[in-house]
């Protein structure tokens, strides 16, 4: 015999890119994310799955703390991004979102053109001198989104003219039109039919090589096919976190096994 | 870890696949009984039936490898059912060699039954095919019941399958040596005994895939090596 | 292993029958439809009933009977001294142009060969008794036509144009001061003449208000300048104030008890009867601020507290119906909070709030009973206002407010104005709600 590499083997060692200890997230006087410890990788796909409720998505907008916005909700624990603490009163979370991006689950193109929306947050942050520097990182966002051989020729027509997949696409490229270092993914395939999914999924594998993506997904087969590395949430816990073919080969909870087997929602 | 899926209708095609292993393995225990049998009783009509029975062994092989086809294809199945699918297609490959074995052990005994017997070395065949099959009957308990130390114990078991083909090996040998009359039903015997060892071997294979099944990984030490087996008197399978 | 018979099976009942609970419900189905449009032929019925009353009773109100005469400005009479100096033009009163006008009226009959056995004094009385200072006017504008003879168009009386319009007859001035049967004679005769007709009166939309004697020359004008100023007070004050109040109140105000203090009180706000914004602009405004009675700027200030709460109502009710996916997109670029409302929310809010404004303003316009506690009403016969400023400050009365001063008089002539002005007052709501519309159908985009 010869000794097989193992399934998790596979992933090589990067660096940490996001570290979380013992985060703890209330809304009001639910407890919706308990304990959680995790280090997220840089260049690497980290898939968040568990049921509906059990505070994956929460967690992942805490990683730019889009949960800020809900006056309810308080976050304690520290994320450290890069060494820095992102819930420190120093941050700016405008900042901070600059470098960790996010695309939603419904493609949420602005009701303006393909260019515009692209445009738009290298405009605010001021990353194009002259309109010829913005041309060209719309181009190039356009293209790393994978969706510039097929917008091109109307860069000025109305992003929500797009098909599903194509604005999910889109709404990628803007995310990603403002440099971040981290994508975070909130179900970006949920409402596309297979064909857009696969080219999405094609595109987070590309995008991989660049920034470290975080993506939710409710899709165990999706979560499976993009990812490196899962963490399976349930009540609020991180249950199981390990390389993705770990995970959906042996994983070594019950719970995680009952979930990615279809025995409990 | 609740044992039922939400769909129910995959756990009924599970348990179908399953059954069905049962079944192919209830059919190759018998197979090697009554090959054995027929060979202690050189009873040509018996290894007639062994040889027949070995088609029915063919068609479940078959049918388990649609269904595990159609179950991975329709219920993209993960981890333990996962698990389950890849080890019921390896087990049913490993049966249905187990009764190919005991065909040609039908086949060679229809062959002996005409031929001088060669005394002593039936009943040892017999006794090592009764080891073979009681170790199988293990490993599909082993497999039911999802117990792994009963798995490790047809690992280790296997070892004593070697040593009795290794004792037969060189009694046949002695055998030829001094009649070369023997040689004939000796080489056949000899076959049996290989392919009863090998039959030993896809046990254990059964058995490694018991332990997979439950642990999500295979044996560490795959099967203990007979360190006493002579290097010239290996051969090659 | 499946065993699917394709044998079509009897079935338990028929499609085709329906049973006795599908019959219930189809006929409470039915009738529900049937209510819904008796309702509605009945709010067709009051609105075409009310269509009617308004331009059958109101449409008169925009033709007025005129007597056109060619009149002598005699010189010697209007400008003595012959050196055409305005001022000294202008201190020959009324008084010093009846005679002129009492001769022009006696050529034209002796002209047209009209027999009539009234005197010249009677024949005058027909005309309106702002005949004389409507000639002064004219003269007074075209010194020039001095010594000429200019052909001119007086306003006949009112009884006259009643009597064009049906509103008077042979009947009813049995006990009437004002006209005899002999002067309607002479009008008819005048009439066949050609000299006396009737035609689109300008002047009642253009034209100030007119006193109690003089109906035939009350125009709603100047009452629509004061409409028009207070509505430009609203707009300048209500919608800046609407939109911030509404923004900050929708997207960054935290939500807390005070917050929902706010938020209720304003939805009682709306709920408030004018009269009690009339009361308050009374006490504020006027009594405490000292700002100018039945100036325009008050009313304006007074129906911007009114119109405020539905501005902010709308406003808010726009701002959330903004899908929360494009906050959430401008905040994922990193967009700052204000980032996200000014170049994201507001735009798609924007015809929402605008469609709100104009409902509010349409409100505003058709307000009565704040307008009278400040004194927006009565008798304004000044002309239009010739500066902003002016329009703002100086007494004016408002289109409602002067409608409700025409009901109220005696004269039936100034009910007929009243109901022209309700015409024209219902055209600048159809006008503002028709903008409101098309503004709403032209900003509005897909998300």
Same mark, same amino acid.
């Given at each position: 015999?010869?000794?097989?590499? /193992?399934?998790?083997?596979?992933?090589?060692?990067?660096?940490?890119?996001?570290?979380?200890?013992?985060? =703890?997230?209330?809304?009001?006087?639910?407890?919706?994310?308990?304990?959680?410890?995790?280090?997220?990788?840089?260049?690497?796909?980290?898939?968040?799955?568990?049921?509906?409720?059990?505070?994956? /998505?929460?967690?992942?907008?805490?990683?730019?703390?889009?949960?800020?916005?809900?006056?309810?909700?308080?976050?304690? +624990?520290?994320?450290?991004?890069?060494?820095?603490?992102?819930?420190?009163?120093?941050?700016?979370?405008?900042?901070?979102?600059?470098?960790?991006?996010? !695309?939603?689950?419904?493609?949420?193109?602005?009701?303006?053109?393909?260019?515009?929306?692209?445009?738009?947050?290298?405009?605010?942050?001021?990353?194009?001198?002259?309109?010829?520097?913005?041309?060209?990182?719309?181009?190039?966002?356009?293209?790393? +989104?994978?969706?510039?051989?097929?917008?091109?020729?109307?860069?000025?027509?109305?992003?929500?003219?797009?098909? +599903?997949?194509?604005?999910?696409?889109?709404?990628?490229?803007?995310?990603?039109?403002?440099?971040?270092?981290?994508?975070?993914?909130?179900?970006?395939?949920?409402?596309?039919?297979?064909?857009?999914?696969?080219?999405?999924?094609?595109?987070?594998?590309?995008?991989?090589?660049?920034?470290?993506?975080?993506?939710?997904?409710? /899709?165990?087969?999706?979560?499976?096919?993009?990812?490196?590395?899962?963490?399976?949430?349930?009540?609020?816990?991180?249950?199981?976190?390990?390389?993705?073919? %770990?995970?959906?080969?042996?994983?070594?909870?019950?719970?995680?096994?009952?979930?990615?087997?279809?025995?409990?929602? | 870890?609740?044992?039922?899926?939400?769909?129910?209708?995959?756990?009924?095609?599970?348990?179908?696949?399953?059954?069905?292993?049962?079944?192919?393995?209830?059919?190759?225990?018998?197979?090697?009984?009554?090959?054995?049998?027929?060979?202690?009783?050189?009873?040509?009509?018996?290894?007639?039936?062994?040889?027949?029975?070995?088609?029915?062994?063919?068609?479940?092989?078959?049918?388990?490898?649609?269904?595990?086809?159609?179950?991975?294809?329709?219920?993209?199945?993960?981890?333990?059912?996962?698990?389950?699918?890849?080890?019921?297609?390896?087990?049913?490959?490993?049966?249905?060699?187990?009764?190919?074995?005991?065909?040609?052990?039908?086949?060679?005994?229809?062959?002996?039954?005409?031929?001088?017997?060669?005394?002593?070395?039936?009943?040892?065949?017999?006794?090592?095919?009764?080891?073979?099959?009681?170790?199988?009957?293990?490993?599909?308990?082993?497999?039911?019941?999802?117990?792994?130390?009963?798995?490790?114990?047809?690992?280790?078991?296997?070892?004593?399958?070697?040593?009795?083909? %290794?004792?037969?090996?060189?009694?046949?040998?002695?055998?030829?040596?001094?009649?070369?009359?023997?040689?004939?039903?000796?080489?056949?015997?000899? #076959?049996?005994?290989?392919?009863?060892?090998?039959?030993?071997?896809?046990?254990?294979?059964?058995?490694? =895939?018991?332990?997979?099944?439950?642990?999500?990984?295979?044996?560490?030490?795959?099967?203990?090596?007979?360190?006493?087996?002579?290097?010239?008197?290996?051969?090659?399978? | 292993?499946?065993?699917?018979?394709?044998?079509?099976?009897?079935?338990?009942?028929?499609?085709?029958?329906?049973?006795?609970?599908?019959?219930?419900?189809?006929?409470?189905?039915?009738?529900?439809?049937?209510?819904?449009?008796?309702?509605?032929?009945?709010?067709?019925?009051?609105?075409?009933?009310?269509?009617?009353?308004?331009?059958?009773?109101?449409?008169?109100?925009?033709?007025?009977?005129?007597?056109?005469?060619?009149?002598?400005?005699?010189?010697?009479?209007?400008?003595?001294?012959?050196?055409?100096?305005?001022?000294?033009?202008?201190?020959?009163?009324?008084?010093?142009?009846?005679?002129?006008?009492?001769?022009?009226?006696?050529?034209?009959?002796?002209?047209?060969?009209?027999?009539?056995?009234?005197?010249?004094?009677?024949?005058?009385?027909?005309?309106?008794?702002?005949?004389?200072?409507?000639?002064?006017?004219?003269?007074?504008?075209?010194?020039?036509?001095?010594?000429?003879?200019?052909?001119?168009?007086?306003?006949?009386?009112?009884?006259?144009?009643?009597?064009?319009?049906?509103?008077?007859?042979?009947?009813?001035?049995?006990?009437?001061?004002?006209?005899?049967?002999?002067?309607?004679? #002479?009008?008819?005769?005048?009439?066949?003449?050609?000299?006396?007709?009737?035609?689109?009166?300008?002047?009642?939309?253009?034209?100030?208000?007119?006193?109690?004697?003089?109906?035939?020359?009350?125009?709603?004008?100047?009452?629509?300048?004061?409409?028009?100023?207070?509505?430009?007070? !609203?707009?300048?004050?209500?919608?800046?104030?609407?939109?911030?109040?509404?923004?900050?109140?929708?997207?960054?105000?935290?939500?807390?008890?005070?917050?929902?203090?706010?938020?209720?009180?304003?939805?009682?706000?709306?709920?408030?009867?004018?009269?009690?914004?009339?009361?308050?602009?009374?006490?504020?405004?006027?009594?405490?601020?000292?700002?100018?009675?039945?100036?325009?700027?008050?009313?304006?200030?007074?129906?911007?507290?009114?119109?405020?709460?539905?501005?902010?109502?709308?406003?808010?009710?726009?701002?959330?119906?903004?899908?929360?996916?494009?906050?959430?997109?401008?905040?994922?670029?990193?967009?700052?909070?204000?980032?996200?409302?000014?170049?994201?929310?507001?735009?798609?809010?924007?015809?929402?709030?605008?469609?709100?404004?104009?409902?509010?303003?349409?409100?505003?316009?058709?307000?009565?009973?704040?307008?009278?506690?400040?004194?927006?009403?009565?008798?304004?016969?000044?002309?239009?206002?010739?500066?902003?400023?002016?329009?703002?400050?100086?007494?004016?009365?408002?289109?409602?407010?002067?409608?409700?001063?025409?009901?109220?008089?005696?004269?039936?002539?100034?009910?007929?104005?009243?109901?022209?002005?309700?015409?024209?007052?219902?055209?600048?709501?159809?006008?503002?709600?028709?903008?409101?519309?098309?503004?709403?159908?032209?900003?509005?985009?897909?998300?």
């Amino acid at each position: 015999m010869y000794d097989a590499p /193992s399934l998790g083997a596979q992933v090589e060692q990067q660096d940490i890119k996001i570290s979380a200890k013992k985060v =703890q997230v209330y809304y009001g006087d639910t407890h919706a994310i308990k304990d959680v410890d995790i280090e997220i990788e840089s260049k690497t796909v980290t898939a968040f799955i568990g049921p509906s409720g059990c505070g994956k /998505s929460t967690f992942l907008r805490c990683l730019n703390r889009m949960n800020d916005t809900i006056d309810i909700c308080r976050v304690e +624990g520290d994320i450290i991004l890069d060494g820095e603490d992102i819930y420190d009163k120093k941050v700016d979370p405008v900042q901070l979102r600059a470098k960790v991006g996010m !695309v939603f689950q419904k493609p949420n193109p602005f009701p303006k053109s393909i260019y515009d929306n692209i445009a738009y947050g290298p405009r605010i942050h001021g990353l194009a001198k002259s309109k010829a520097d913005l041309d060209e990182i719309v181009e190039k966002s356009l293209r790393r +989104g994978a969706i510039w051989n097929e917008v091109k020729d109307r860069l000025h027509a109305p992003g929500t003219g797009l098909s +599903g997949g194509q604005q999910q696409r889109l709404c990628i490229a803007r995310a990603i039109a403002t440099e971040p270092e981290v994508l975070l993914m909130d179900e970006p395939c949920s409402a596309l039919d297979p064909i857009a999914t696969a080219q999405v999924e094609e595109l987070i594998d590309e995008l991989r090589n660049q920034y470290s993506v975080v993506i939710v997904t409710h /899709s165990m087969q999706q979560a499976a096919r993009v990812s490196q590395k899962t963490a399976f949430f349930h009540l609020g816990h991180l249950v199981e976190y390990g390389a993705t073919g %770990n995970i959906f080969t042996t994983p070594q909870d019950e719970r995680t096994e009952s979930y990615i087997t279809g025995r409990i929602g | 870890m609740n044992d039922n899926h939400i769909v129910s209708s995959f756990d009924r095609e599970l348990e179908q696949i399953q059954a069905h292993i049962m079944k192919m393995g209830g059919l190759v225990e018998e197979a090697i009984l009554d090959a054995s049998k027929s060979l202690k009783n050189r009873d040509e009509e018996l290894a007639e039936q062994v040889r027949n029975a070995d088609k029915a062994i063919d068609a479940l092989e078959e049918l388990i490898n649609d269904e595990c086809i159609k179950l991975i294809a329709l219920r993209s199945p993960a981890a333990v059912d996962l698990r389950v699918a890849l080890s019921v297609m390896k087990i049913s490959g490993n049966l249905e060699r187990i009764g190919d074995y005991a065909k040609n052990m039908a086949k060679r005994t229809s062959v002996l039954v005409h031929m001088t017997p060669v005394e002593g070395a039936r009943g040892a065949l017999r006794r090592m095919a009764r080891e073979v099959q009681l170790m199988l009957k293990d490993a599909l308990d082993a497999y039911i019941q999802r117990d792994v130390e009963l798995a490790h114990d047809i690992l280790a078991r296997d070892h004593d399958i070697d040593q009795m083909y %290794n004792a037969l090996f060189r009694e046949f040998l002695t055998f030829m040596m001094e009649d070369p009359r023997y040689i004939t039903p000796c080489m056949h015997l000899h #076959f049996i005994a290989k392919n009863t060892e090998r039959m030993g071997d896809h046990v254990t294979s059964i058995a490694e =895939q018991v332990i997979y099944l439950v642990t999500g990984s295979m044996p560490d030490d795959i099967r203990p090596k007979d360190d006493h087996y002579k290097p010239e008197l290996h051969i090659a399978d | 292993m499946t065993d699917t018979s394709h044998s079509s099976a009897v079935p338990t009942s028929s499609l085709y029958a329906h049973d006795a609970r599908t019959k219930k419900r189809n006929a409470a189905e039915a009738r529900f439809k049937a209510y819904g449009m008796v309702a509605i032929a009945i709010g067709l019925i009051m609105l075409v009933t009310l269509m009617v009353t308004i331009f059958g009773k109101g449409l008169g109100a925009f033709q007025q009977t005129f007597i056109t005469m060619n009149v002598e400005l005699l010189e010697s009479k209007l400008d003595k001294s012959g050196t055409r100096d305005l001022e000294k033009i202008k201190k020959v009163s009324t008084f010093g142009y009846a005679p002129i006008i009492k001769g022009a009226f006696q050529t034209t009959v002796d002209a047209e060969g009209i027999e009539t056995a009234l005197k010249t004094k009677d024949m005058a009385k027909l005309l309106s008794k702002s005949a004389a200072s409507q000639l002064r006017d004219f003269v007074i504008e075209n010194p020039d036509k001095i010594g000429t003879t200019v052909e001119f168009r007086f306003l006949a009386n009112s009884r006259v144009d009643g009597y064009l319009k049906g509103r008077v007859t042979r009947d009813s001035i049995a006990n009437d001061k004002n006209i005899t049967s002999a002067q309607l004679d #002479f009008v008819d005769q005048l009439r066949a003449a050609g000299v006396l007709f009737k035609t689109f009166n300008i002047d009642f939309i253009i034209g100030a208000d007119a006193s109690d004697q003089r109906p035939e020359a009350a125009g709603i004008g100047v009452a629509m300048m004061g409409s028009l100023f207070m509505m430009l007070v !609203v707009l300048a004050l209500a919608l800046p104030i609407g939109v911030a109040a509404s923004m900050y109140l929708e997207e960054f105000a935290p939500q807390n008890i005070w917050t929902d203090i706010i938020e209720v009180n304003i939805s009682n706000l709306a709920a408030v009867p004018s009269i009690v914004f009339g009361i308050l602009g009374l006490a504020v405004f006027i009594n405490y601020m000292h700002l100018p009675q039945s100036a325009p700027l008050v009313g304006g200030l007074v129906l911007t507290l009114m119109t405020l709460p539905t501005i902010i109502i709308s406003t808010r009710a726009s701002l959330k119906s903004v899908p929360p996916s494009i906050r959430d997109a401008a905040l994922g670029v990193g967009a700052s909070k204000m980032q996200s409302v000014f170049h994201h929310v507001l735009p798609l809010a924007a015809p929402g709030i605008l469609t709100g404004t104009i409902i509010g303003l349409a409100q505003a316009l058709g307000e009565t009973a704040p307008l009278l506690l400040i004194g927006m009403i009565g008798f304004i016969a000044s002309n239009a206002p010739t500066s902003i400023g002016e329009g703002l400050l100086s007494p004016n009365s408002a289109m409602p407010a002067q409608i409700y001063e025409w009901a109220k008089r005696a004269d039936p002539a100034f009910y007929e104005r009243a109901w022209g002005g309700i015409i024209i007052l219902l055209l600048f709501l159809v006008t503002m709600n028709t903008i409101a519309v098309i503004l709403r159908r032209r900003f509005e985009r897909r998300w």
